[in-house]
Structures are given as C-alpha cells and as structure tokens.
C-alpha cells in the first residue's frame, strides 16, 4: 500500500504554544488528506481535511498545510492545551485509508 | 455528525476460541467498512476493506481464514477473530465511510481492545 509517514514521533509543547506536526506522502496522486487525533484507548477522531486543489485549510485552531510539490502535509495547533495531548496521524485516501506512524504530542502545563 | 459504534469494547478470551466484534453505523449507511489492527505505541495498519453484499478485501499478509469479515448491512460490519492466539491480542478498530471512493472522512469506532489468554 502507499506509505504515509511522519517526521517527529514525539513531541512536546508548552501550554500555550503554537504546535506543528508533520506528514510525508509518497503516493503523489493521492488528492484527500486528513488528520486524525487519538486518544489512549479510544478510536481516531477526525480533525481535518485537505483536497489537493487547496494548499491551506483552516479550522478552530487548526491549519493544515499540503505542499504536493515535495509531498507533505502539516498540522498546526495554535495555543495548544493540555487537551490536546494525544497521538496524531495523518491519512491518504484512495479507495483505502493508510495512516502514518503518529505522533505523540504532549502538553507541558 | 456521523457515528460508529463497535462493540464489545474490551473481550478476553482463551486460546483456540472465536471471538466477533460488531461494528455498527448508527446515522448513516456505510457502504465501506474497514478494519484496522493497533499495536501499542504503533499506527493502524489496515486488515481489510469490506463492502456492503460483496466479499472483503484482505491486506497483504492478513489471514482471511482466521479473520473472517461479515457485511450484510449497510449499517453493521462483523469481524470474526477465528481459533485466537495470545498473538492476535491487540487493538482492533473499524471504521465506516458513507460514500464510496474519494473524498469522504471515515468515522471510527472506539476500538476492541481483545486480549487471548
């Protein structure tokens, strides 16, 4: 399957702080991306998502960026909180969903 | 919004038995479901997609005779873990999409956390 890999498998930010969490695709036909949150012991949660004729989104605190020409893809997390510590992944959909390796964001209060 | 329940949300059981895992659309028709396998600490690795009335599409690797997956519904997706291995304790999630193909988010279910003694 494609492979949708992330760059920082943890990472910690301080409770206010703005957070940026990053995403390398490899298929470059792939034309949806979305962000995913994971908290312990539960399912993913979507956040957001992105077609390919955008290179921005916005959301309520959040940004993704899609920048094909290098295929990646960033969330950022503006004036993060303590609740949002959990474990992001990014996914590329084609007829499947594959989810990169995650990473684990924590909140310093 | 759109919600999948899968249940049960934690099951034990001994080696050499089955176990089902439901996953039900509750507001919406799911005409893909999929299944989603989670090691701790590691990301969702796809089993198999399944579509209401036709046969599952297995990852590469995964046993379809000891993971059988059931869609007879457009709103509930069975996954059957057959003759369980402490092995095949892990975290198993399924998710469902109301529309074929490009372009839609999936809704995750909250996991079953299945444990083989």
């Known amino acids: 399957g494609e492979s949708v890999g992330l760059h920082l498998p943890t990472l910690s930010v301080q409770e206010g702080d703005n957070s940026i969490i990053n995403c390398a695709y490899s298929?470059?036909?792939?034309?949806?991306f979305i962000w995913y949150k994971q908290e312990s012991g539960k399912g993913p949660q979507f956040i957001i998502d992105?077609?390919?004729?955008?290179d921005k989104r916005q959301g309520q605190r959040v940004t993704v960026l899609l920048n094909k020409t290098v295929k990646h893809l960033s969330l950022q997390i503006a004036a993060t909180q303590p609740g949002d510590s959990a474990v992001y992944f990014c996914?590329?959909?084609?007829?499947?969903?594959?989810f990169g390796t995650g990473t684990s964001l924590t909140v310093i209060p | 919004g759109a919600v999948v329940s899968q249940h049960p949300s934690r099951v034990i059981c001994k080696s050499g038995t089955s176990v089902k895992i439901e996953c039900r659309s509750l507001?919406?028709?799911?005409?893909?479901m999929f299944w989603y396998r989670q090691f701790p600490k590691q990301s969702l690795m796809l089993m198999a997609t399944?579509?209401?009335?036709?046969?599952?599409?297995?990852e590469q690797g995964v046993e379809k005779d000891k993971f059988l997956i059931n869609h007879a519904s457009l709103t509930l997706s069975t996954l059957t873990v057959t003759s369980a291995h402490p092995e095949d304790s892990s975290f198993y999630i399924c998710?469902?999409?109301?529309?074929?193909?490009?372009?839609?988010?999936?809704?995750f279910g909250n996991g079953t956390r299945l444990t083989v003694t």
């Open positions: 998710s469902a999409s109301g529309r074929r193909g490009y372009n839609s988010p999936l809704h």
């Open positions: 298929n470059s036909a792939s034309d949806y």
């Open positions: 992105i077609r390919s004729n955008m």
């Open positions: 996914a590329e959909n084609s007829d499947q969903f594959y």
């Open positions: 507001d919406f028709q799911a005409t893909t």
């Open positions: 399944s579509n209401e009335g036709s046969k599952a599409t297995y």
